[in-house]
C-alpha cells in the first residue's frame, strides 16, 4: 500500500496570526475603552452642571444649563434665528473660515518655502516679518472691518492674518531642516534649483506643513467669528453677539457648542486626509491610535 504523506504547515504561522489577531483585539478595545471614557467623562460634566444649576449651586441665569442650552439649538434648527436659518450661518461661517484658510495656507506655504530656500529673501524680510508677527492680530478686526465694511473680506481678511504666520513658520523652518545628504544627492543626479524644491524640499516638509494645518484652521474659525462678533450680517458670531446682547446665556452657550461642533468636524476631515496621505508612515506607538 502506498503510504499518504501529509504536509503540515509552518509551525510558526499560527502563532504568529494569533499575535496579530491579539494585537488588533487589544488595539480596538482599547479604542472602545476611550471613546467609552470620553463619553462619560463628557456626560458627568454636563450632569454636575445641570445639578449645579437646578439646586442654586451656580446662578443659572449667568451660566445656564444644558438642558436650556439643547432647547435653544433645538429652536434653531426647527424655527430658525433671526439672522435666517441655522445652516445658513453655519455655511456663512465657513465660507469665511475656508476662505481665509486657504488663502493664508497658501501664502504663507509659498512665502516659507520660499524664504527656506533663498537666503537673501529671507535675511531682506525676516524683520518685517517678525514686527508683523509681534502686532496682536485679534486688533486688526476692527481695521479690516472699516476698510471691507460688513461683507465677508473683512472677516476673510481676519482668517487670512491668523492663519498665515503659523504655516509659513512651519513652512520656513521645515525647508530649513531637509536633509543636506539628499539635496547634495538631487544635485549630483542632475537637478536644478526648481526640481530639487519640487521633489525634495516641499515633500520634506510636508509633515512640518500638514502639523500647522489642525491648529490654523482653528485660528481660521476664530478669525471669522470674532470678525462677526464686531460687526456682521450673518454668521454663528452674530449670533453669540446678539444673544450677548439680550443677556441671553443659552444663546452664548448654543452658539459656541455648534461651532465647537463645526470645528471638531474639520479637524477630523484634517486627520483623515493626512492620514491617506502618510499611509506610509509607521502608526505611532504613543498616540493611542
Not at 547634495?184 to 519640487?198: H, Q, Y
Amino acid at each position: 500500500m502506498p503510504l499518504e504523506t501529509t504536509i503540515q504547515p509552518p509551525a510558526v504561522a499560527a502563532p504568529a496570526a494569533t499575535r496579530t489577531e491579539a494585537r488588533e483585539r487589544a488595539a480596538r478595545n482599547r479604542r472602545f475603552t476611550v471613546q467609552g471614557a470620553r463619553v462619560l467623562v463628557l456626560a458627568a460634566f454636563l450632569g454636575l452642571w445641570e445639578f449645579c444649576a437646578r439646586n442654586g449651586v451656580i446662578d443659572p441665569f449667568n451660566f445656564s444649563q444644558p438642558s436650556k442650552i439643547w432647547s435653544q439649538i433645538w429652536l434653531w434648527i426647527t424655527h430658525g434665528t433671526a439672522q435666517g436659518s441655522l445652516g445658513e450661518q453655519i455655511a456663512y461661517t465657513l465660507y469665511e473660515a475656508m476662505t481665509g484658510w486657504v488663502v493664508g495656507v497658501v501664502g504663507g506655504v509659498l512665502l516659507g518655502i520660499a524664504l527656506g530656500r533663498i537666503r537673501f529673501l529671507a535675511d531682506v524680510l525676516g524683520p518685517y516679518i517678525k514686527v508683523l508677527n509681534a502686532i496682536p492680530r485679534i486688533v486688526l478686526a476692527p481695521i479690516f472691518l472699516i476698510w471691507f465694511g460688513l461683507g465677508p473680506a473683512s472677516k476673510i481678511a481676519s482668517a487670512v492674518v491668523l492663519v498665515f504666520f503659523p504655516v509659513f513658520f512651519n513652512a520656513f523652518q521645515g525647508a530649513r531642516e531637509v536633509d543636506r545628504n539628499l539635496v547634495a544627492n538631487a544635485r549630483i543626479l542632475g537637478a536644478n534649483n526648481r526640481r530639487v524644491t519640487l521633489q525634495v524640499v516641499i515633500p520634506a516638509a510636508t509633515t512640518w506643513i500638514f502639523t500647522s494645518l489642525h491648529v490654523s484652521f482653528g485660528f481660521a474659525l476664530i478669525g471669522a467669528i470674532v470678525g462677526e462678533y464686531i460687526g456682521a450680517t450673518k454668521g454663528l458670531g452674530l449670533m453669540v453677539a446678539a444673544a450677548q446682547g439680550t443677556f441671553n446665556a443659552a444663546g452664548v452657550y448654543a452658539a459656541m457648542t455648534i461651532l465647537a461642533v463645526v470645528a471638531l468636524f474639520t479637524e477630523g476631515l484634517l486627520t483623515f486626509a493626512e492620514k491617506r496621505l502618510f499611509r506610509w508612515k509607521p502608526a505611532d506607538a504613543g498616540d493611542g491610535r
